[in-house]
């Protein structure tokens, strides 16, 4: 074999990438939810309270939901997008509170940052031993 059909050998067993790699596209993180605190009520028989830390990884999301209680939001950290049906969306940031009654389907719920985490508490004030959140359309 000649010396230029050995190099063509060799440039066809060489890989051959074309134009850039896109690096592999990751999942969407899902929002981290820690329970703090849950406390029955006795001025209010059959409700609890239910305290949470919501922490949402850049670029993370909820899915449509309601909770069936009355939902008081405070931003610890980063910024975050709210709206409930029928509402206005809102960014929150920073010792910023947003509310979602009984009956409101929460629609956005997401990092307003890609690049940074976003952090939250929720106190639900909802019946004994229901879900915390209930999957909605």
Not at 42 to 47: A, E, H, I, N, V
Not at 53 to 82: Q, T
Not at 90 to 108: A, I, K, N, R
């Amino acid at each position: 074999m000649t010396i230029p059909k050995i190099a063509l050998v060799l440039v066809c067993l060489v890989p051959v990438t074309l134009g850039p790699k896109e690096p592999p596209k990751e999942a969407p993180k899902e929002p981290k939810v820690t329970s703090l605190f849950s406390k029955d009520l006795p001025d209010f028989p059959g409700k609890e309270g239910l305290m949470l830390m919501v922490e949402y990884p850049p670029g993370s999301s909820d899915p449509v939901h309601r909770h069936n209680a009355d939902a008081f939001v405070y931003v610890l950290e980063g910024s975050i997008v709210m709206q409930v049906r029928g509402e206005e969306e809102v960014t929150l940031t920073p010792g910023q509170t947003f509310y979602e009654g009984p009956t409101d389907v929460h629609v956005v719920g997401r990092n307003a940052s890609q690049t940074k985490p976003a952090k939250f508490v929720v106190f639900l004030v909802k019946e004994k031993g229901a879900p915390a959140l209930i999957p909605a359309n």
